[in-house]
């Protein structure tokens, strides 16, 4: 996978954590840049481990997929690229007392987010992947969105949100038919 492929990707999967990073910005409208950091490393921890606990449970069956990886990895980025947009027109409410810097909301939303990553690091162990680059460079991109989110939210509000959830679905199930048409080529 090469590196503007990876930070293509990064960036879809970051999309959601940019939506929730809207909505901390809009409950905490006077958060500061130290909450603010606390809340994106937390969220950029999470996104950048779920690929590599992925990636660690597919090494174990690399051998039984690696004929069919690129159809796998088609499969998942839709999967959860789909699964992204649909998201993006359910309806949400907000709690009136949601507080992004208590830790256990900043953990179950990391989590939230992140959660896709884990299938995207099954796929990393077919691609070849360098793992650890891909561990950084999704872990900063996802810090970088992570704080403009916030940063947003504060300042414009939740108009932004559902269509950058689209746009992130949009850029990994195209990621995916990039990754097919590759290897049937």
């Known amino acids: 996978m090469s590196v503007f492929t990876l930070i293509l990707l990064a960036v879809g999967l970051s999309f959601d954590t940019f939506a929730v990073s809207v909505s901390c910005g809009i409950a905490r409208k006077k958060i500061v840049f130290w909450e603010a950091f606390r809340i994106a490393s937390v969220f950029a921890f999470f996104q950048a481990s ?17 004929p069919v990886d690129h159809w796998i990895a088609l499969a998942l ?38 959660i896709d990553a884990l299938a995207v690091g099954i796929s990393f162990v ?20 992570a704080m403009l989110g916030m ?22 199930i195209g990621i995916g038919v990039k990754i097919a048409i590759e290897h049937t080529m």
């Open 77 to 114: 980025l839709t999967i959860i690229g789909v699964k992204m947009i649909a998201e993006a027109f359910e309806k949400h409410e907000e709690k009136k007392n949601f507080n992004p810097l208590d830790l256990k909301i900043m953990i179950t939303l990391a989590i939230a987010t992140s």
């Open 126 to 145: 077919a691609l070849d992947v360098n793992i650890l680059f891909a561990y950084f460079i999704i872990g900063f991109i996802t810090f970088l969105v």
């Open 50 to 66: 779920m690929p590599l606990i992925g990636w660690a449970l597919g090494f174990s069956i690399k051998h039984y997929i690696e």
């Open 151 to 172: 940063l947003f939210g504060k300042n414009i509000g939740g108009i932004i949100g559902k269509r950058m959830e689209i746009i992130g679905g949009l850029i990994l």
